[in-house]
C-alpha cells in the first residue's frame, strides 16, 4: 500500500488522472472501474481535459461502474448512470456501448459479476470512500461480502448522500454495488479522498485491523493499492 498525501483536491486529480493516462495507454482495450460521488468530479474534469488535448484516447475503453442506487430509472437525475454521462462520458470519446454502470431497475447482480469475470477483471479501479468506512456501496457490517450484491445503505450513507436530493426521504434504502471481492481482484487500485470528515474512516482504514465493520480496511490486503490524500483526510493518521 502507497499513501500519498497532496496539498487539495486539484492536485489529487492530476496525480489520479495521471494514472488512467499511463493505463490507458499502455493497453488497448483497458478496464477501468469507476465512482460516482463528489470526490472524483476534479479527477474526471481533468480527464476531460486530456482527452480534449489528445493526451488520452478513450476510442477502446471500457468501464464498470462500482454501483447504482435501486429503484432509480436511467435517467432519474440522481441516477448514477445519469451522473456518469453528464461528469464524464458525454464529454470524451468513449463508445457509450462500452461503459456500464449497473441496473438499478433490473438489479442483475449476478450477470454484473459475471460480465467483469469474462472480461477479464477490472484493470484500474478508481475509489471513493464513506464517511463511514465503505467502499463502492459495501457498508460497515459483520462480514464481507464478496459478490457484486443488493446493500442496504446506512444511515449515515442517507444522511451523507442527502445533499444530492430534494430530501432526506427521496433517498434510496438500497443500492446495488460491486461486492469486496469483485473490488480485490482488481489488478491496480486508487482510493482518493479529501476533506475532515473522511479522516477517520482513513486512518482505521490504514492503520486499524482488517474487519468487515471499517469495509476499507481490506485494502490493506492488496497489492497494488494508492491512497491519494489531501492533508484533511490524512489527519488523523
Ligand atoms: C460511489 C461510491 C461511494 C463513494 C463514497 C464517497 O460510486 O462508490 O463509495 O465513493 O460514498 O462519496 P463522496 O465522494 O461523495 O464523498
Excluded: W
Amino acid at each position: 500500500m502507497q499513501v500519498l498525501v497532496y496539498k487539495d483536491a486539484e492536485t489529487i486529480a492530476r496525480a489520479a488522472a495521471a494514472i488512467f493516462a499511463g493505463e490507458i495507454t499502455r493497453k488497448d482495450g483497458v478496464v477501468i472501474g469507476l465512482a460516482t460521488g463528489s470526490t472524483p468530479v476534479p479527477t474526471y474534469r481533468e480527464l476531460i481535459r486530456l482527452n480534449r488535448e489528445g493526451v488520452i484516447d478513450f476510442s477502446k475503453v471500457i468501464s464498470y461502474n462500482l454501483d447504482e442506487y435501486v429503484g432509480l430509472q436511467h435517467d432519474h437525475p440522481c441516477s448514477y448512470r445519469r451522473f456518469m454521462n453528464e461528469q464524464l462520458f458525454d464529454h470524451i470519446n468513449i463508445d457509450k456501448a462500452n461503459t456500464h454502470v449497473p441496473d438499478g431497475i433490473a438489479c442483475n447482480a449476478a450477470e454484473y459479476e459475471q460480465e467483469i469475470k469474462d472480461i477479464g477483471g477490472v484493470d484500474l479501479q478508481l475509489l471513493g470512500i464513506g464517511s463511514d468506512g465503505h467502499i463502492g456501496f459495501n457498508e460497515p457490517a459483520d462480514e464481507f461480502v464478496y459478490p457484486t450484491n443488493i446493500v442496504k445503505l446506512t444511515d449515515q450513507t442517507i444522511d451523507d448522500n442527502a445533499r444530492f436530493f430534494n430530501n432526506r426521504d427521496e433517498v434510496p434504502k438500497t443500492a446495488i454495488s460491486m461486492g469486496i471481492g469483485t473490488i480485490m481482484s482488481a489488478k491496480r487500485i486508487i482510493l482518493i479522498a479529501t476533506g475532515k470528515n473522511k479522516a477517520r474512516a482513513i486512518a482505521a482504514a490504514i492503520n486499524g485491523p482488517v474487519a468487515p465493520a471499517m469495509p476499507a480496511s481490506i485494502l490493506q490486503m492488496h497489492q497494488n493499492v494508492q491512497f491519494l490524500l489531501d492533508e484533511d483526510a490524512a489527519s488523523e493518521l
